[in-house]
C-alpha cells in the first residue's frame, strides 16, 4: 500500500506565504516525478508545478516566480513554498507522484487527499 500525506494548507491574508508538505510511504521501491496540483470550486483540477527525481522543475504560468517546488528524496517528500499569495490561489491543493511500488514493475500515479487553502483579500 502507497500513502500521499499533505499538510500545511490554511488561511492567509493575500500577499502571504504558505509551505505544503506531502510525504509518501508504504512499499515504495522508486519515485519518478512528483507534483501538485490544485482545483478551485466549479473548475477542473490543473497542474501546479512539478518535479523530477534529478530535480527539474515545471510551474504554471500563473504561479512562476512566486511559488517554488522542491523535494527530499531520501524523505520521500515534496514541498510548495507558496508566496505572494493571491484571492485566485484559493483551492484545495492535491499532491501526485509517480510510484514503483516493491513488488511492481510499472510505476503508477498516486494522489493525496487535498489540503484547502484559501486566500483572503
Known amino acids: 500500500q502507497v500513502q500521499l500525506v499533505e499538510s500545511g494548507g490554511g488561511l492567509v491574508q493575500a500577499g502571504g506565504s504558505l509551505r505544503l508538505s506531502c510525504a509518501a510511504s508504504?512499499?515504495?521501491?522508486?519515485?519518478?516525478?512528483m507534483g501538485w496540483y490544485r482545483q478551485a470550486p466549479e473548475k477542473q483540477r490543473e497542474l501546479v508545478a512539478t518535479?523530477?527525481?534529478?530535480?527539474?522543475?515545471n510551474y504554471a504560468d500563473s504561479v512562476k516566480g512566486r511559488f517554488t517546488i522542491s523535494r527530499d528524496n531520501a524523505k520521500n517528500t515534496v514541498y510548495l513554498q507558496m508566496n505572494s499569495l493571491k484571492p485566485e490561489d484559493t483551492a484545495v491543493y492535491y499532491c501526485?507522484?509517480?510510484?514503483?511500488?516493491?513488488?511492481?514493475?510499472?510505476?503508477?500515479?498516486?494522489w493525496g487527499q487535498g489540503t484547502q487553502v484559501t486566500v483572503s483579500s
Open positions: 501526485n507522484a509517480h510510484i514503483q511500488k516493491r513488488d511492481a514493475v510499472l510505476m503508477y500515479s498516486y
Open positions: 508504504g512499499s515504495i521501491f522508486s519515485i519518478n516525478a
Open positions: 518535479i523530477t527525481s534529478a530535480g527539474t522543475t
